[in-house]
């Protein structure tokens, strides 16, 4: 079988979830190749080996990690010449995206980019229209490239071969013209990640910028905490908790949305969630049309018994 | 300096919006407008526009249909100085490769401009490649996904909120820029500036005024094919509790248990 390009996302030399999800997507449609930016350092490829990796092609990136996606792409494009692959996977965040539309315009090939599922034969599942469509669709010239939102899969440890092979790019003074001059890594929240959390409770402009009862409720079911664009724009959380077109795309097992009226914005990042549950203290509110179970009530009165009640359950 | 503000013309998100039977947008059944999140680009092309004086020229650009005009006139009414349409039947079921490649070849017969400004995602694709993708085939700088930017003369620096940090990046001009929804409101037209519009330069090109080989544009030239589109399932409606003395919290409570989230 040939070879996927599984391109690595990894802070410090942690790789993050998603990339072993995609991991297990490339099984289904040939050996997956991780490709690893960064120091050859033996904890991550024993990772990317654990998780299936045939090959591990570990890329030097002194002269990358300075600039923003050009070299990146520059790389990808030097490795699909020589390891010709049936597919390149990139995680959907804004670097995975830019990374897969400039190294479709340098190997001339088409790119699908928010696809959370892939078949065999590389069809791709995406989901469109503040998510009330489902399109399946295929690239039909060059290599596939694929980017693929977080949560498409679980990740499998069925170890490959995990074979490494450092792999030195070539990267053009042309690609570092966009220089990273400062870096400040994000604070730990000390809760589950927003995108790869199982339950995500989100408070909005109902909470009055008082999320204490929002956070209680989600250290109680051990959730993510999220928050409208509303939430967001007062300034009670930072933008990195928004849910929505514009912030994270969240499709967890359980959303719990409190004082938000659920803008269509704000549905297309949360609206394939299994189960949604909302608090809101106005029955017409738009986000009842699309719950499971919803309560007409004040957040702050509601949330905080749901909490000592949960609590309470769980003993 | 000159700046181009790439607009597209998007179903309104809040509309109904479908597909068509050969799976491309449905762009005829449902009111089109600027997409808004585009909106946002234009506001800091004026911003900076007003910020480095009067000789700053901002073109709007769009590639759409003849009813994208709207889009374009919206950009001018804003504030924009003049405006572009690339319309050609050939160009309907373009992928993002034949976007950008149009949008490519009509910044360059503008005149490469100091910043191609994009907005953050198309409110229809939601992409978020164009200006990866423009800023490779104009041999550019980006600096895209910016929520604050930084001018000073030719050189430019922006903050970027990725995955994991909050970057700086800097760059200096020519460059392709985009811009998201953290950038602050973009103004609404004024009754002067609606009627300012009328009178503002507007071009129509096709793409033989572009030189692109329409073999090389549209639906059966792009690099994807959609194969099947379906509407999701509706939610079935859920049970709905009006909250009186922390009944609702127990309910609420009993539907977790029921669910086993708790
Ligand atoms: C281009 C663009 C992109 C956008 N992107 C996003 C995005 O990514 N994410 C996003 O969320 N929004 C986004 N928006 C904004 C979106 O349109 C809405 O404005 C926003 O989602 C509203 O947030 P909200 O529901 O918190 O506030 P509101 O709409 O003001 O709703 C507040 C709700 O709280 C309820 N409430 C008030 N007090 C209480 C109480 N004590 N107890 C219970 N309920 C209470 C009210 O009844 C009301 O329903 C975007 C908008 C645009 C134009
Ligand atoms: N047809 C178009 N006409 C003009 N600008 C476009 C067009 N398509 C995309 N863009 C620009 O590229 C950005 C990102 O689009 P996308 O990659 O489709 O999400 C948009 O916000 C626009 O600035």
């Given at each position: 079988m040939s070879e996927v390009l599984v391109v690595v996302d990894a802070v410090d030399g942690a790789i993050r979830k998603p990339t072993l999800e995609l991991l297990a997507l490339a099984k289904k449609l040939g050996d997956p190749s991780a490709v690893y930016f960064g120091a050859n350092d033996s904890a991550v490829t024993d990772k990317l080996k654990a998780y299936g990796a045939e090959k591990i092609y570990v890329v030097d990136d002194a002269e990358i990690k300075g600039y923003l996606v050009a070299p990146k792409a520059e790389a990808l494009q030097q490795l699909v010449e020589q390891a010709s692959p049936t597919a390149v996977l990139v995680v959907s965040s804004y670097e995975g995206k830019e990374i897969a539309g400039r190294l479709a315009i340098k190997i001339d090939s088409g790119v699908i980019t928010d696809a959370v599922d892939i078949e065999d034969g590389g069809v791709a599942t995406q989901s469109v229209f503040a998510g009330n469509f489902t399109v399946k669709g295929k690239v039909t010239k060059g290599t596939p490239i694929i980017t693929v939102k977080p949560n498409s899969a679980s990740p499998e440890e069925t170890a490959g071969a995990g074979t490494v092979e450092e792999f030195a790019a070539t990267i053009s003074d042309a690609a570092k013209t966009a220089k990273i001059v400062a870096s400040q890594p994000r604070k730990a929240t000390g809760r589950p990640e927003l995108t790869e959390a199982a339950i995500v409770v989100s408070g909005g402009r109902g909470t009055g910028g008082d999320f204490d009862a929002v956070e209680g409720l989600a250290d109680a079911l051990g959730a993510a905490v999220g928050a409208s664009r509303a939430a967001v724009d007062s300034g009670?959380?930072?933008?990195?908790?928004q849910v929505g077109q514009t912030g994270k795309t969240v499709s967890p097992q359980l959303y719990v949305a409190n004082g938000i009226s659920g803008a269509i914005q704000h549905r297309a990042g949360m609206q394939t969630s299994k189960t949604i549950v909302a608090v809101n203290k106005d029955e017409e509110a738009p986000i009842f049309e699309l719950v499971d179970f919803g309560v007409v009530g004040d957040l702050h009165k509601v949330l905080p018994a749901v909490t000592d009640e949960v609590t309470k359950r769980k003993g | 300096m000159n700046i181009v503000v790439c607009v597209k013309y998007v179903p309104d998100a809040t509309a109904d919006r479908q597909f068509e039977d050969d799976n491309t947008v449905d762009r005829v059944g449902v009111d089109g407008l600027l997409s808004e999140l585009d909106e946002y680009a234009v506001e800091q092309a004026l911003q900076l526009k007003e910020k480095a004086g009067d000789d700053t020229e901002v073109t709007a650009l769009c590639i759409g249909p003849e009813k994208a005009t709207d889009a374009v006139r919206k950009a001018l009414q804003m504030g924009a100085d003049k405006g572009v349409l690339v319309t050609d039947d050939a160009i309907a079921g373009s992928d993002y490769a034949a976007t950008s490649l149009v949008l490519a070849e009509a910044v360059k017969k503008i005149g490469t401009p100091d910043i191609v400004m994009c907005g953050m995602a198309s409110t229809d694709a939601s992409g978020s490649v164009v200006p990866a993708m423009l800023a490779e085939r104009l041999g550019l700088p980006q600096v895209t996904f910016a929520s604050v930017i930084e001018t000073q003369g030719d050189q430019v620096r922006i903050k970027r909120d990725d995955d994991t940090a909050t970057v700086v990046v800097g760059a200096t001009m020519p460059l392709v820029m985009s811009v998201t929804d953290q950038t602050g409101e973009a103004r609404y037209p004024s009754f002067k500036g609606i009627m300012a519009a009328k009178k503002k330069p507007m071009e129509n090109w096709t793409l033989a005024d572009l030189g692109v080989d329409a073999e090389l544009v549209g639906l059966t030239a792009a690099w994807t094919e959609v194969d099947e589109t379906s509407a999701r399932p509706p939610r079935t409606a859920g049970e709905i509790v009006t909250d009186e003395e922390g009944s609702g919290a127990t309910a609420l409570a009993e539907f977790l248990a029921s669910k086993k989230f708790i």
């Open positions: 009670w959380k930072p933008h990195s908790f | -």
